[in-house]
C-alpha cells in the first residue's frame, strides 16, 4: 500500500536521478519548499511523493483552478510504471480533493499518453474536449465529479 507525503531536502538526489536531471540541487531545494508552501499564485498547490515502503515512486499535485475545481497530475518515475501505483495515488489524490472540499477533479493528458487515458477512465474521468496545447501537444481535458 502506498502514501502520500510532502517532498523533503532529504529526496533532492532521487529528484534529480528521476525528473529534474539539468536542475542543481538549489533549484530542487526551491521547488520543495514551492510544493510545501500549499500556494501557487494565491491558489492551493501541493506537490505529494507517492511513497512505497519509504521510496518515492513518483509525485502527484493538486492545483485549484476554481474554490470547487481542482487539477490532478501524476508521474510515475519510469522505472515504477506499471505496477498501479497512478492509479492508486490519483484515488488518493482524490479523497484528498474531497476533504478539501472540491467537487470537480480535472486532468489534462496529452494524447499520446495512452496508459494515463486508460488509468483515468478506469477511475471514471470522462473527456470534455481536446486541445492543442502551448506546447504543440494534442491534450485532452478529462473531468470527474467528486461532490456528494
Same mark, same amino acid.
Given at each position: 500500500?502506498?502514501? &502520500?507525503?510532502?517532498?523533503?531536502?532529504?529526496? #533532492?538526489? &532521487? &529528484?534529480?536521478?528521476?525528473?529534474?536531471?539539468?536542475?542543481?540541487?538549489?533549484?530542487?531545494? !526551491?521547488?520543495?519548499?514551492?510544493?510545501?508552501?500549499?500556494?501557487?499564485?494565491?491558489?492551493?498547490? !501541493?506537490? =505529494?511523493?507517492?511513497?512505497?515502503?519509504?521510496?518515492?515512486?513518483?509525485?502527484?499535485?493538486?492545483?485549484?483552478?476554481?474554490?470547487? %475545481?481542482?487539477?490532478?497530475?501524476?508521474? #510515475? =518515475? !519510469? !522505472?515504477?510504471? *506499471?505496477?498501479?501505483?497512478?492509479?492508486?495515488?490519483?484515488?488518493?489524490? #482524490?479523497? %484528498?480533493?474531497?476533504?478539501? *472540499?472540491?467537487?470537480?477533479?480535472?486532468?489534462?493528458?496529452?494524447?499520446?499518453?495512452?496508459?494515463?487515458?486508460? &488509468?483515468?477512465?478506469?477511475?471514471? =474521468?470522462?473527456?470534455?474536449?481536446?486541445?492543442?496545447?502551448?506546447?504543440?501537444?494534442?491534450?485532452? =481535458?478529462?473531468?470527474?465529479?467528486?461532490?456528494?
Amino acid at each position: 500500500m502506498i502514501k &502520500l507525503r510532502n517532498f523533503t531536502n532529504a529526496d #533532492i538526489s &532521487l &529528484l534529480k536521478k528521476c525528473k529534474y536531471e539539468d536542475e542543481t540541487n538549489r533549484e530542487i531545494q !526551491e521547488k520543495i519548499k514551492l510544493w510545501n508552501s500549499k500556494n501557487v499564485d494565491g491558489k492551493y498547490y !501541493e506537490m =505529494f511523493a507517492i511513497v512505497d515502503n519509504d521510496m518515492p515512486v513518483g509525485m502527484i499535485s493538486l492545483y485549484q483552478h476554481t474554490q470547487s %475545481v481542482i487539477s490532478c497530475g501524476p508521474e #510515475i =518515475f !519510469e !522505472e515504477y510504471r *506499471g505496477k498501479g501505483y497512478g492509479t492508486q495515488a490519483v484515488g488518493m489524490a #482524490i479523497d %484528498v480533493a474531497k476533504k478539501k *472540499g472540491y467537487k470537480i477533479v480535472v486532468a489534462q493528458i496529452r494524447k499520446d499518453n495512452e496508459k494515463s487515458i486508460m &488509468l483515468h477512465q478506469r477511475l471514471g =474521468f470522462e473527456l470534455d474536449h481536446e486541445y492543442i496545447n502551448k506546447r504543440g501537444n494534442e491534450v485532452g =481535458f478529462y473531468i470527474k465529479y467528486i461532490g456528494e
